[in-house]
């Protein structure tokens, strides 16, 4: 079993920065690809950004391109999401995740385990 852990989050002004990171812990190999989900009240849980095993390749949603940036750090077994000049429609709880079977992963149903989430608001 895996376990991730997510902190960061929290409330912010429009325009701010945050940084999440979510810890893994309960197995010795890292995951392949990893990533952050994030759903706002009454949505639909969305892809935002992931990260491959290495950490060379890093892909993210339109919504979030230019303004977040996804890193990992493996022999922390952590991964992290900088967020920068964020928006109102930012407002979400973010979840970490992670794959045991996928070399690249955007879509929910290619992710094995996840986070409890935390929570980011942003204040317009």
């Known amino acids: 079993q895996v376990k991730l852990v997510e902190s960061g989050g929290g409330l912010v002004e429009a325009g701010g920065s945050l940084r999440l990171s979510c810890t893994a812990s309960?197995?010795?190999?890292?995951?392949?690809?990893m990533g952050w989900f994030r759903q706002a009240p009454e949505k639909e849980r969305e892809f935002v950004a992931g990260?491959?095993?290495?950490?060379?390749?890093?892909y993210y949603a339109d919504s979030v391109k230019g303004r977040f940036t996804i890193s990992r750090e493996n022999a922390k077994n952590t991964m992290y999401l900088q967020m920068n000049s964020l928006k109102s429609e930012d407002t979400a709880v973010y979840y970490c995740t992670a794959s045991y079977s996928h070399m690249w992963a955007s879509k929910l149903n290619e992710y094995e385990y996840w986070g409890q989430g935390t929570r980011v608001t942003v204040s317009s």
């Open positions: 309960g197995r010795t190999s890292s995951a392949y690809a």
């Open positions: 990260v491959s095993y290495t950490g060379r390749n890093t």
